[in-house]
């Protein structure tokens, strides 16, 4: 295979008698070293190297000025922001920074086509004024500020590109309209210089101006990377571009173009594989470089369409490759380091404290795991405390005194001018000195960005303060990228799209070959409305395409085996279909290439549907035996009715949830309210009748007593604000429930004595199976005397239904969750007698979310009641508990207890609906 550059060079050295007399201008600095390599490669003796530079390089040698970089550009155009119109309201630079860097992308693109400012400005102010208020016949102040900015650009770029020209440099666009307008001065100045433009495409109007001119003289010529293929088929957008210059151009009306081959329709082979995520591409990629020979490899390229895949791709390389070359930078804020500084850069502070999701945040990172010996412990006690906010002082007061100095640096106001932002950065990087070669990579390229921001902040003197360089600073963070070093002529070549410009490969796999992807079908912020680009004729997304869709198929050009990689998929809203560009491979039936297809196989990660099945080991067999003779309580028993698994993850291993900082009061800290606040009120009637202008007086007390409760269990105040405020209020209106529904019962002439609240119990069950005591445990929230009836009462925040009170047989009150709140009452009857030696009447719920309902006992039917056989699903209901009854659920509490402690019986795991 004979590389497009390989076939320029050597049809160049035939046509130029000197080339030490040679400027070879190429659309990027990478190409141009490959240039170099060919000559070095094809060179036949010592000689001299052509002058050989970047498009960019060379238009800044024609203009004569420097292209500034995007930085200082932003400082520039403040300066001038601030000095021109200076009776106008002006934003501070960290507002100025939303939308400067759109204005900058406009004045590039309005220059590089070589656009009237003037008359485009004008256009632009127009069209404002029409899409909002032109029909307002009288125009408020807002109105007249924001018409103002429209009306001023022309202004603000006027002044801008002045102020730039005066200090001998420019943005990019105003350098391509300084080029176009001095290439006769250019000319004259280096009339013996032989000019060769090679492999471009697209050009903007500045550039097209440029090579036109140039190409009029006898010593300039172009090379194209054209196909023939293409440029005969006048509805593909791979050669839009090419087809415009051949048939519009002046010196292509004598001339024939250079280089058109015929290489695209010669024998290829092209795999087209579907996949079923971004992942398993990368995947399949690495598979397919561990089957290539090493010097298969030297000529392959992986291209990513999609460069978010860069890591995993890097990842997925398999054993073989001994060179890898990466033309790709890695985004730098994929970098734990820049992760963790773009993390303190955004802290956000109220007055001296400071959110303590934040908190988490930070001391959460890996980076300030090892710097922070006591971050755990911080964050604990933060979890236990329940804070929202936090000030320094307590979060040092919960840390050891060594981490003091790295707490104070991380969580001191970020409140700082901007030399002392810098300096805070400077001094957290000191701490951290990983030997890690990417660490050590990051902190060089972060040692960099600091320095460039001291110069910024040097020569612009007016921007001193913290708000400015932290936008500066983030900004940087976010668009820096880590190069990788190899080499760059040797071994794989892992590069984006735009990487490949002028570059051939034999073997190319090219992954995310989407739409959206390629053709990207993206496009930058811009002010340029659509009407407005066409009015002018700017690039529209059709052109944009159109550049992609040539970079795509120039890269088939020579190519002799294809890998194309897709994800077709659907999730939610998502999708990701094949890009039109595979299509048009599909469709073309050129008898030269082969076409294949391949599906990847979905792998599922899905739950098996093999139930988890844990045998009990004597360790487990001894933890057993300590939480039997600790005592069983009702709610670890039905916690293995739900799932034997969750028991033995909770009791036997101690896996927990989390301890987390409750900023939405949950569900069970409602509860644990609720509980303590109706004790609080209640716990002076204990033994004592109730009577009802003392309930009536509890009214009064509900307010504080609820405060309270919440106070103890939160150290802040935030279950006042917000959400919060409205469950605060539900805790108190379920307070004040349970007091009307007993003044309820005394308005209609019942007796309540109260016997107990919050009451621990414990008992001995015997068990002759088990070779240890087994003990029952368990807090019943009241016990009560209904006239003559004594009753056990469970209170529940959340909602009972009375179909899950009622038992029908003993199998499902051991078998179906549903059914746990029945057996936990019938527990805590259990206990109360075996305790009191006094049988309960009645068990049952008073459910806060359901108090139409009143107090709902656990019924029986009839036959369960008499017989404790199954039941025969007699309708009829018992809610009376009696000793039989109470022996009978003894009976099935014993069995459950037996299976649980059962060496032989497993854990396994149910499946929940």
């Not at 190409?31 to 050989?52: D, M, R, T």
């Not at 590039?108 to 899409?131: C, G, T």
């Not at 699903?873 to 000793?883: A, F, L, R, V």
């Not at 037996?898 to 019986?905: M, V």
Request: negative net charge.
């Amino acid at each position: 295979m004979q590389s497009f550059l390989e076939e320029t060079w050597r049809h160049l050295s035939q046509t130029v008698p000197d080339t030490t007399k040679l400027r070879c201008v190429l659309p990027s600095i990478r190409s141009g070293n490959f240039l170099k390599k060919v000559i070095v490669n094809n060179s036949q003796g010592a000689s001299f190297l052509p002058e050989i530079l970047s498009i960019e390089g060379f238009i800044q040698q024609v203009a004569d000025l420097a292209i500034l970089e995007n930085t200082p550009l932003l400082f520039e155009l403040y300066e001038v922001y601030l000095t021109t119109f200076p009776k106008e309201p002006k934003e501070p630079f960290d507002s100025f920074i939303n939308w400067a860097p759109t204005l900058m992308g406009d004045f590039n693109e309005i220059d590089r086509y070589l656009v009237d400012p003037k008359a485009f400005f004008n256009y632009l102010h127009s069209i404002q004024d029409m899409n909002h208020w032109i029909m307002q016949p009288e125009k408020t102040p807002l109105m007249i500020q924001y018409l103002s900015f429209w009306s001023h650009l022309h202004g603000y770029y006027t002044a801008f590109t002045e102020h730039l020209l005066s200090k001998g440099v420019g943005y990019q666009g105003m350098v391509y309209r300084e080029a176009a307008s001095q290439v006769e001065l250019y000319h004259s100045a280096h009339s013996d210089t032989f000019h060769a433009f090679i492999g471009f495409n697209a050009l903007n109007n500045a550039e097209q101006h440029l090579f036109q001119e140039l190409l009029e003289r006898d010593n300039t010529i172009m090379y194209w990377d054209a196909d023939s293929r293409f440029l005969n088929d006048n509805k593909h957008s791979a050669s839009h571009f090419m087809r415009e210059y051949f048939k519009n151009w002046k010196v292509y009306q004598q001339s024939e173009p250079q280089i058109v081959a015929n290489n695209y329709s010669s024998q290829k082979k092209f795999k087209i594989v579907e996949s079923p995520s971004a992942i398993s591409q990368v995947k399949y990629a690495g598979n397919l470089l561990s089957a290539l020979t090493k010097a298969e490899l030297s000529n392959t390229a992986v291209v990513l369409a999609d460069e978010a895949l860069l890591i995993p791709l890097l990842n997925s390389l398999p054993d073989n490759l001994s060179q890898v070359n990466v033309t790709m930078g890695m985004p730098f804020k994929s970098i734990p380091l820049a992760q963790w500084f773009l993390l303190l850069s955004t802290l956000s502070f109220d007055g001296d404290t400071i959110y303590y999701k934040d908190v988490f945040k930070v001391l959460s990172h890996s980076i300030s795991k090892k710097l922070v010996r006591s971050a755990s412990d911080v964050l604990a006690v933060i979890a236990e405390n329940n804070q929202i906010q936090l000030s320094l002082d307590q979060i040092l007061s919960y840390s050891k005194p060594e981490d003091h100095s790295i707490l104070s640096l991380l969580f001191s106001s970020w409140n700082l001018s901007g030399a002392d932002f810098l300096k805070r950065i400077a001094n957290l990087l000191a701490y951290e000195d990983s030997s890690q070669v990417v660490f050590q990579s990051a902190k060089v390229r972060l040692l960099e960005i600091l320095k460039n921001l001291e110069i910024v902040q040097d020569q612009y003197p007016k921007l001193q303060t913290g708000d400015a360089l932290k936008v500066m600073f983030i900004q940087q963070l976010n668009s820096a990228s880590l190069d990788f070093h190899g080499d760059a002529y040797s071994g794989l070549q892992i590069m984006g799209v735009l990487e490949t410009r002028l570059l051939d490969f034999e073997r190319v796999i090219m992954i995310s070959v989407n739409e959206g992807d390629i053709p990207a079908g993206k496009s930058m912020p811009s002010f340029i409305t659509s009407d407005l680009k066409k009015a002018f004729e700017l690039p529209s997304y059709f052109e944009k395409d159109a550049v992609f869709t040539y970079h795509f198929y120039r890269l088939m050009h020579r190519a002799k085996h294809v890998d194309l990689l897709y994800v077709n998929s659907q999730q939610g809203m998502s999708t990701k279909e094949k890009s039109r560009l595979i299509l048009q491979i599909e469709n073309e039936n050129n008898p030269n290439h082969l076409v294949e297809h391949q599906s990847l196989e979905a792998v599922f990660f899905n739950k098996s549907t093999v139930p988890i099945e844990v045998q009990k080991t004597f360790l487990a067999t001894q933890r057993l035996q300590k939480i039997a003779e600790k005592g069983f309580s009702p709610s670890a028993l039905t916690s293995y009715i739900r799932n034997p698994i969750d028991f033995y993850k909770q009791r036997l291993l101690g896996i927990q949830p989390d301890n987390e900082v409750e900023e939405t009061i949950a569900h069970n800290t409602l509860g644990t309210i609720v509980h303590q606040s109706i004790e609080l009120l209640y716990k002076n009637f204990i033994n004592q009748t109730l009577q009802e202008p003392a309930l009536l007086a509890l009214h009064k007390k509900i307010t504080a007593t609820v405060t309270a409760s919440c106070d103890k269990e939160f150290k802040s105040k935030h279950y006042l604000l917000g959400h919060n405020r409205i469950i605060f209020e539900v805790a108190k209106q379920y307070v004040r429930l349970a007091i009307n529904q007993d003044i309820a019962l005394l308005k209609k002439g019942h007796k309540i004595r109260l016997l107990g609240l919050e009451q621990k119990l414990e008992c001995a069950l015997d068990i002759p199976s088990l070779s240890y005591p087994v003990m029952l445990r368990g807090e019943i929230d009241r016990v009560d005397l209904l006239d003559d009836s004594l009753r056990i009462i469970d209170y529940k925040t959340g909602k009972v239904d009375r179909s899950q009170l009622k038992l029908s047989s003993w199998d499902s009150l051991l078998s179906d969750y549903k059914f746990s709140k029945g057996f936990q009452v019938l527990a805590y009857s259990l206990l109360y007698y075996k305790n009191n030696q006094v049988l309960p009447n009645v068990a049952g719920i008073i459910s806060f979310k359901n108090m139409k309902d009143g107090f709902m006992p656990v019924t029986f039917t009839e036959e369960l009641h008499s017989t404790f056989a199954e039941a025969s699903m007699d309708k009829t209901e018992n809610k009376s508990i009696t000793p039989k009854l109470l022996a009978a659920f003894e009976a099935q509490l014993t069995k459950l207890i037996i299976e649980i402690c059962n060496p032989q019986t497993p854990f396994v795991e149910k499946e929940l609906t």
